[in-house]
């Protein structure tokens, strides 16, 4: 073979050797991943139970609804309520999250003693499973016996009922998603933060800079791409909120943590309307779909790459 | 040559991958090819067929520690049957339904599984059971059988039952001066004794009843009221006996607080707060036994729950189903009627101190009473008299989502008891059709 590396791919007969190695992701992708989007979007089109057997033939004809679905979606108050909700969780959450990772990133960026043990142990929250990490903020969230409760009460403050409470259960959950997933965000940042030229702070430092100036003009600037990823990437996840609210919560008390993939799967697994279900999701899809695009658009405007 | 390896390699992966597939598509072929001289033998013959069978089955309530003496009456029953082997699935409750759900979409689903009562009335509805003949059913509780009888057709074997009945802290009515609950108390009565045991102090409570759809339908049958009308087609939520039987479970809380709100409980459940000895009585399952009788470091024991107009009580049934699309539905339905009705496995059942066989035979439910605490075990059958079935419709879940939602508004104090109750009314008219 005679070609450079890296060069693109100049003919079939390249194909032909390359996909033996590109077939089993394919595959995977092909029957995991895309079916189910293609499947999905025809079940939001009928009004398949979730009980009846998918596969027979004929299917289609008998259960096709058309847009019915979407229309009693859109129609309802259920659904713009639970938006709400969404709103107001990603709303509480996103900044509280850039802050802190933000921070933690900062934290880690210095080289001291014990700086590698630290940076573990802001990733445990991420790596530890949904479901141990709710269950024990359900328990240090209690308002009798928890221990947060328990330390305010020593500064003499009277704490909240947090998650029984329905002004404080959705901060309640906003907190806990903020400890799970900063060490994750805050790594990312933290490698922006390295991938910055020491030079840059030296010139500015020689040029009388303080370190407020220097974080404002020369930081931030420079890692506005690893916080347009972070950004993209935490509201993306955020409008899925899911694992916290079922098992600390479960959408109540009164419907205050009702959001949009709680109600999906309530829709599909307990209420058995699964095409109501599929056609909720893939009004989800074009939400998220529609803040992405806007995101990437406004890139121009605050992200600057290149060294 | 390390191109040539690397290919190699390359196509183990994808073979793999398809391999995987393959693989869970193979028992379901094999059990074709045994079972084709089955199909016609679908429920004529009384007896078991005579070749060698293998049917799947799949359940939740052996789930977390009764394994074992489910594979004891699989023993017992492989002996009687010794051509039919059944293999077992024992999955837990909470993941148990959306599996279920899927396999019996995929047409994957067992040759027989079982089902509670909540979600009974979805599968039966939609065609996917199989009408249950040829068996012996004459040794089953004749209410359990009922309540999987749908429009004359047995769609299902009652496994078990288990009921409700009060449990009540022994030492704090010594304390508090009050005289131990009876069969005749009605809830006036309880309330007062729950007024005297609050008084004990701040951290004391008279009762905890879960202000939920399935405490709420059963008080309404103690005041006489109904959710449903008497054929199923409409709502009566807001008649004037279920107002009164929800304000009196809300004004617990928001009145003579005898029972602790949603911020004074402090994320502890109600069995919590009972086994802590804090709280003075729980309507609760009769499946708290064992866990208070390891747990409650004070004397305890059981009495009918009280009612109001009438006494009713819970009826709780597992039912055992059959796939309607099994090959094997004669050699499932015997096994599952060796599980709901056999003396072997009724006594199996009660010895493990499990739940309770839905069997007639007395002289084995009578074991029951020689199992230890709580004392007063002759209420359990004592409640059997008052049985209150749950009213049954397909849309069950979300009948059960939109009332608990709107009694826990009403339990906050946000809205009236009657407001809540016209406003359930309301959004199950507006969601649910029915009849």
């Given at each position: 073979?005679?070609?450079?590396?890296?060069?693109?791919?100049?003919?079939?007969?390249?194909?032909?050797?390359?996909?033996?190695?590109?077939?089993?992701?394919?595959?995977?992708?092909?029957?995991?991943?895309?079916?189910?989007?293609?499947?999905?979007?025809?079940?939001?089109?009928?009004?398949?139970?979730?009980?009846?057997?998918?596969?027979?033939?004929?299917?289609?004809?008998?259960?096709?609804?058309?847009?019915?679905?979407?229309?009693?979606?859109?129609?309802?108050?259920?659904?713009?309520?639970?938006?709400g909700n969404t709103g107001y969780f990603i709303v509480l959450y996103l900044p509280l999250l850039l802050i802190c990772s933000l921070g933690i990133a900062w934290l880690l960026s210095k080289s001291y003693r014990g700086v590698g043990v630290f940076r573990v142990l802001y990733y445990i929250p991420v790596l530890t499973s949904w479901i141990a990490g709710a269950l024990i903020f359900r328990w240090v969230l209690s308002s009798k016996f928890g221990i947060v409760n328990n330390i305010l009460e020593i500064f003499g403050i009277q704490g909240p009922a947090w998650l029984q409470s329905e002004q404080w259960a959705m901060p309640s959950i906003v907190l806990a998603s903020v400890w799970k997933d900063m060490g994750f965000y805050g790594l990312i940042l933290l490698?922006?933060l390295?991938?910055?030229?020491?030079?840059?702070?030296?010139?500015?430092?020689?040029?009388?800079?303080g370190a407020w100036?220097r974080f404002w003009?020369?930081t931030l600037?420079?890692l506005?791409?690893?916080l347009?990823?972070v950004l993209?990437?935490s509201l993306?996840n955020a409008?899925?909120l899911f694992p916290q609210v079922m098992i600390m919560t479960d959408g109540g008390p009164n419907g205050a943590t009702q959001v949009?993939?709680e109600?999906?799967?309530?829709?599909?697994?307990?209420?058995?309307?699964?095409?109501?279900?599929?056609?909720?999701?893939?009004?989800?899809?074009?939400?998220?779909?529609?803040?992405?695009?806007?995101?990437?658009?406004?890139?121009?405007?605050?992200?600057?790459?290149?060294? | 040559?390390?191109?040539?390896?690397?290919?190699?390699?390359?196509?183990?992966?994808?073979?793999?991958?398809?391999?995987?597939?393959?693989?869970?598509?193979?028992?379901?072929?094999?059990?074709?090819?045994?079972?084709?001289?089955?199909?016609?033998?679908?429920?004529?013959?009384?007896?078991?067929?005579?070749?060698?069978?293998?049917?799947?089955?799949?359940?939740?309530?052996?789930?977390?520690?009764?394994?074992?003496?489910?594979?004891?009456?699989?023993?017992?029953?492989?002996?009687?049957?010794?051509?039919?082997?059944?293999?077992?699935?024992?999955?837990?409750?909470?993941?148990?339904?959306?599996?279920?759900?899927?396999?019996?979409?995929?047409?994957?689903?067992?040759?027989?599984?079982?089902?509670?009562?909540?979600?009974?009335?979805?599968?039966?509805?939609?065609?996917?059971?199989?009408?249950?003949?040829?068996?012996?059913?004459?040794?089953?509780?004749?209410?359990?059988?009922?309540?999987?009888?749908?429009?004359?057709?047995?769609?299902?074997?009652?496994?078990?039952?288990?009921?409700?009945?009060?449990?009540?802290?022994?030492?704090l009515?010594?304390q508090?001066?009050?005289?131990?609950?009876?069969?005749?108390?009605?809830?006036?009565?309880?309330?007062?004794?729950?007024?005297?045991i609050r008084a004990l102090g701040d951290d004391y409570f008279g009762i905890f009843?879960p202000i939920?759809?399935?405490?709420?339908?059963?008080?309404?049958?103690?005041?006489?009221?109904?959710?449903?009308?008497?054929?199923?087609?409409?709502?009566?939520?807001?008649?004037?006996?279920?107002?009164?039987?929800?304000?009196?479970?809300v004004?617990r809380v928001t009145v003579s607080n005898v029972q602790p709100t949603t911020e004074q409980q402090g994320g502890m459940g109600d069995w919590d707060w009972f086994m802590s000895g804090k709280l003075g009585?729980i309507?609760?399952?009769?499946?708290?036994?064992?866990?208070?009788?390891?747990n409650?470091d004070?004397?305890?024991?059981?009495?009918?729950?009280?009612?109001?107009?009438?006494?009713?009580?819970?009826?709780?049934?597992?039912?055992?189903?059959?796939?309607?699309?099994?090959?094997?539905?004669?050699?499932?339905?015997?096994?599952?009627?060796?599980?709901?009705?056999?003396?072997?496995?009724?006594?199996?059942?009660?010895?493990?101190?499990?739940?309770?066989?839905?069997?007639?035979?007395?002289?084995?439910?009578?074991?029951?009473?020689?199992?230890?605490?709580?004392?007063?075990?002759?209420?359990?059958?004592?409640?059997?008299?008052?049985?209150?079935?749950?009213?049954?419709?397909?849309?069950?879940?979300?009948?059960?989502?939109?009332?608990?939602?709107?009694?826990e508004e009403a339990a906050s104090g946000a809205v009236?008891?009657?407001?809540?109750?016209?406003?359930?009314?309301?959004?199950?008219?507006?969601?649910?059709?029915?009849?």
């Amino acid at each position: 073979m005679t070609r450079k590396k890296n060069a693109p791919l100049r003919s079939m007969r390249d194909l032909m050797r390359a996909s033996p190695f590109l077939l089993p992701s394919v595959v995977g992708l092909a029957v995991f991943s895309l079916m189910p989007i293609v499947l999905s979007l025809l079940i939001s089109l009928t009004d398949w139970n979730g009980l009846d057997k998918l596969a027979v033939s004929g299917f289609f004809a008998d259960h096709f609804i058309g847009l019915q679905n979407y229309k009693e979606i859109l129609s309802g108050g259920e659904f713009w309520r639970v938006l709400g909700n969404t709103g107001y969780f990603i709303v509480l959450y996103l900044p509280l999250l850039l802050i802190c990772s933000l921070g933690i990133a900062w934290l880690l960026s210095k080289s001291y003693r014990g700086v590698g043990v630290f940076r573990v142990l802001y990733y445990i929250p991420v790596l530890t499973s949904w479901i141990a990490g709710a269950l024990i903020f359900r328990w240090v969230l209690s308002s009798k016996f928890g221990i947060v409760n328990n330390i305010l009460e020593i500064f003499g403050i009277q704490g909240p009922a947090w998650l029984q409470s329905e002004q404080w259960a959705m901060p309640s959950i906003v907190l806990a998603s903020v400890w799970k997933d900063m060490g994750f965000y805050g790594l990312i940042l933290l490698s922006g933060l390295q991938g910055i030229d020491k030079n840059y702070y030296e010139a500015a430092s020689i040029d009388g800079a303080g370190a407020w100036k220097r974080f404002w003009r020369i930081t931030l600037p420079l890692l506005t791409p690893s916080l347009f990823f972070v950004l993209v990437v935490s509201l993306i996840n955020a409008f899925q909120l899911f694992p916290q609210v079922m098992i600390m919560t479960d959408g109540g008390p009164n419907g205050a943590t009702q959001v949009m993939v709680e109600r999906i799967y309530k829709y599909g697994f307990r209420y058995y309307e699964m095409g109501y279900a599929a056609a909720f999701s893939w009004l989800l899809f074009i939400i998220i779909f529609a803040f992405t695009r806007l995101q990437l658009s406004a890139q121009k405007r605050w992200v600057h790459y290149g060294s | 040559m390390k191109k040539t390896l690397a290919l190699l390699l390359a196509l183990c992966m994808a073979i793999a991958v398809f391999g995987c597939a393959a693989q869970t598509t193979e028992p379901a072929a094999e059990e074709e090819t045994t079972t084709q001289p089955e199909a016609a033998v679908v429920d004529a013959a009384a007896e078991a067929p005579a070749e060698d069978v293998t049917i799947t089955f799949c359940n939740f309530n052996a789930s977390g520690g009764q394994e074992e003496t489910l594979q004891a009456m699989y023993d017992a029953f492989h002996e009687q049957y010794p051509n039919i082997t059944v293999e077992i699935e024992t999955i837990g409750y909470s993941d148990y339904f959306t599996q279920m759900q899927t396999r019996v979409a995929g047409g994957t689903a067992p040759d027989c599984y079982e089902l509670n009562i909540e979600n009974f009335a979805a599968y039966s509805a939609k065609g996917v059971l199989a009408e249950i003949t040829g068996v012996d059913t004459s040794g089953i509780n004749q209410t359990a059988l009922s309540a999987f009888n749908v429009d004359g057709v047995q769609y299902g074997l009652p496994g078990c039952f288990s009921n409700v009945v009060l449990i009540y802290n022994k030492d704090l009515f010594d304390q508090a001066g009050v005289d131990y609950p009876t069969n005749d108390w009605t809830w006036d009565d309880a309330q007062a004794a729950a007024e005297a045991i609050r008084a004990l102090g701040d951290d004391y409570f008279g009762i905890f009843a879960p202000i939920t759809y399935n405490e709420f339908f059963k008080v309404a049958a103690q005041f006489g009221g109904s959710i449903l009308n008497d054929d199923k087609t409409a709502f009566t939520v807001n008649s004037p006996e279920c107002v009164a039987a929800a304000k009196m479970m809300v004004e617990r809380v928001t009145v003579s607080n005898v029972q602790p709100t949603t911020e004074q409980q402090g994320g502890m459940g109600d069995w919590d707060w009972f086994m802590s000895g804090k709280l003075g009585m729980i309507p609760t399952g009769i499946w708290a036994f064992n866990t208070f009788a390891e747990n409650c470091d004070f004397n305890w024991d059981i009495v009918v729950e009280p009612g109001m107009t009438q006494k009713a009580t819970h009826f709780f049934s597992n039912a055992y189903v059959v796939n309607a699309e099994s090959e094997n539905a004669q050699a499932a339905m015997t096994w599952i009627n060796f599980l709901a009705s056999s003396p072997e496995a009724a006594q199996l059942r009660i010895d493990a101190g499990w739940d309770l066989p839905a069997i007639t035979d007395e002289s084995v439910l009578a074991t029951y009473l020689d199992l230890g605490l709580p004392a007063n075990r002759q209420a359990v059958f004592d409640s059997l008299n008052y049985l209150t079935i749950p009213p049954i419709i397909e849309e069950n879940s979300l009948m059960s989502d939109i009332i608990t939602s709107h009694l826990e508004e009403a339990a906050s104090g946000a809205v009236s008891v009657e407001q809540a109750m016209d406003d359930c009314q309301a959004e199950l008219e507006a969601t649910i059709q029915l009849g």
